[in-house]
C-alpha cells in the first residue's frame, strides 16, 4: 500500500505565496511523475503543474510564471511553491504519483494515487 501526505497550504492575501508539499510513502518502487491538480467548489479537478523523475515540469497556463514545482527523489516527495496567488487560485490541492508499487512476492505493477487534499484560500 501506498500514502500520499500532503502539508502546507492555507490562507493568503491575494499577491501573497504559500507553499504545498506530498511526501509518499508505502511499498515503492520507483515514481514516475508527481504532480499538483486542483479543484475548486463546482469545477472540474484540473491540472496545476507535474514533474517527472528525470526533472520534466509541466504547467497549467493559468500558473506558469507564477508556480513551481519541484521533487526530491531521495524522499518521494514534491513540492509546490505559489507565488503572486489569486482569488482564483482558491482551491482544494491535490498531490497525484504516478509510480510502480511493489508486491509481497517481489513483483511491482504500475499504480496511480491522490493525496487527501490540502486547502488553498487567496482572499481579495
Known amino acids: 500500500q501506498v500514502q500520499l501526505v500532503e502539508s502546507g497550504g492555507g490562507l493568503v492575501q491575494a499577491g501573497g505565496s504559500l507553499s504545498v508539499s506530498c511526501a509518499a510513502s508505502?511499498?515503492?518502487?520507483?515514481?514516475?511523475?508527481m504532480g499538483w491538480y486542483r479543484q475548486a467548489p463546482g469545477k472540474q479537478r484540473e491540472l496545476v503543474a507535474t514533474i517527472t523523475s528525470g526533472g520534466s515540469t509541466n504547467y497549467a497556463d493559468s500558473v506558469k510564471g507564477r508556480f513551481t514545482v519541484s521533487r526530491d527523489n531521495a524522499k518521494n516527495t514534491v513540492y509546490l511553491q505559489m507565488n503572486a496567488l489569486k482569488p482564483e487560485d482558491t482551491a482544494v490541492y491535490y498531490c497525484?504519483?504516478?509510480?510502480?508499487?511493489?508486491?509481497?512476492?517481489?513483483?511491482?505493477?504500475?499504480?496511480?494515487?491522490w493525496g487527501q487534499g490540502t486547502q488553498v484560500t487567496v482572499s481579495s
Open positions: 508505502g511499498s515503492i518502487l520507483s515514481i514516475n511523475a
Open positions: 497525484n504519483a504516478d509510480l510502480r508499487e511493489l508486491t509481497a512476492s517481489g513483483r511491482y505493477f504500475r499504480a496511480n494515487y
